[in-house]
Nanobody
Framework: QVQLVESGGGSVQSGGSLRLSCATS????????MGWFRQVPGEEREGVAV???????TIADSVSGRFTISRDNDKKTLYLQMNDLKPEDTAMYYC??????????????????????WGQGTQVTVSS
């Protein structure tokens, strides 16, 4: 059974940094695409950054240059380093994974429907 557990969320002031972690279990992590998504109440979930099983990354324009996604396969952990945080980054952040990603289109890689497995989320709040 695939399990994803996020941690590292919290409250920071604008311009601050946070690093999110997603601990995984129940599957061979090297075969999976993984990603970070975020959602504000009343809005659709949106893709932030994804990373392929061989380390290729796709980053949303809204966070490009500020957020970095990485994975440590030995530790079975996915990370999201978030720098220069802005109030509009406030959201619940979710970790997601799937082993059957068959597209190279950025919009689809960042779409929630591409991923079958989800964590419970960790809240990030950025104050101005």
């Amino acid at each position: 059974q695939v399990q994803l557990v996020e941690s590292g969320g919290g409250s920071v002031q604008s311009g601050g940094s946070l690093r999110l972690s997603c601990a995984t279990s129940g599957y061979t992590v090297t075969t999976f695409w993984m990603g970070w998504f975020r959602q504000v109440p009343g809005e659709e979930r949106e893709g932030v950054a994804v990373i392929s099983n061989d380390g290729r990354t796709t980053i949303a324009d809204s966070v490009s240059g500020r957020f970095t996604i990485s994975r440590d396969n030995d530790k079975k952990t996915l990370y999201l380093q978030m720098n220069d945080l802005k109030p509009e980054d406030t959201a619940m952040y979710y970790c997601a994974a799937d082993f059957n990603v068959q597209t190279d289109k950025s919009w689809l890689l960042l779409h929630p429907r591409t991923y079958s497995y989800w964590g419970q989320g960790t809240q990030v709040t950025v104050s101005s």
